[in-house]
């Protein structure tokens, strides 16, 4: 199944996708508006994400993460050279800042991120997880990643699965209106019944 896909992003932790679903039946959205994790789908209503997953959703977010990505990490040390999905690789190996491993590969020759290696399992995931990029354009003078795969597999063993393959057949910068990241009426009002809970 092929979905429309729209990503948009902004300093520093702003961050919002769109899947329009097929036959008009409504976009599932999820985003980071600085403070708040929360998705909504029209299907099953909206969520609020708390804890380590909103931890996780907030590094997503993290306009600089290039820049600032050691900040997410408790240690990161060089695993060595390695093949990962077919290209030889500086295997990095990574603990973030919620305890999970999280590795990453950078191809030996352009130094550019191959992908990386986590388990997803933890947050509803289906297990070990390969998030590889490739097709690198330049825009506006920055590298970007145009195709994006993630592949799984059982930690109890077997192949790897093509589970999503993402392709951007655009980017713009500097033109995102930052009301996008508002988050819908449905998950405000959910956000305010929660906090109307919680007072004593």
């Not at 977010?61 to 060595?80: I, N, Q, V």
């Not at 093949?83 to 990453?104: A, F, S, V």
């Not at 950078?106 to 990386?116: A, E, I, M, P, W």
Request: proline share 6%.
């Amino acid at each position: 199944m092929t979905l429309p896909f729209v990503f948009y992003a902004s300093a520093p932790y702003l961050r919002l996708e769109k899947v329009s679903l097929p036959d008009n039946k409504g976009e599932v959205l999820s985003g980071f508006d600085g403070e708040l994790a929360w998705s909504f789908d029209p299907r099953s209503g909206p969520a609020i994400t708390t804890g380590d997953e909103r931890e996780s959703a907030k590094r997503d977010a993290d306009f600089y993460y290039p820049l600032d990505e050691l900040t997410w990490f408790k240690s990161m040390e060089t695993a060595g050279l390695e093949d990962y999905e077919g290209q030889r690789c500086y295997h990095l190996h990574g603990i973030n800042n919620w305890g999970k491993t999280n590795d990453h590969f950078y191809d030996q020759k352009t130094g550019l991120l191959v992908g990386y290696e986590f388990d997803s399992e933890w947050r509803g995931g289906s297990g070990l997880t390969h998030e590889i990029f490739s097709d690198y354009r330049k825009i506006d003078g920055v590298l970007v990643p145009m195709k994006q795969v993630v592949k799984i597999k059982s930690k109890s063993g077997g192949d790897w699965t093509v589970l999503q393959v993402t392709i951007y057949s655009s980017v713009t910068f500097n033109d995102v209106d930052r009301a996008v990241f508002t988050p819908p009426p449905s998950v405000r009002d959910l956000v305010s019944k929660g906090k109307q809970h919680s007072t004593p």
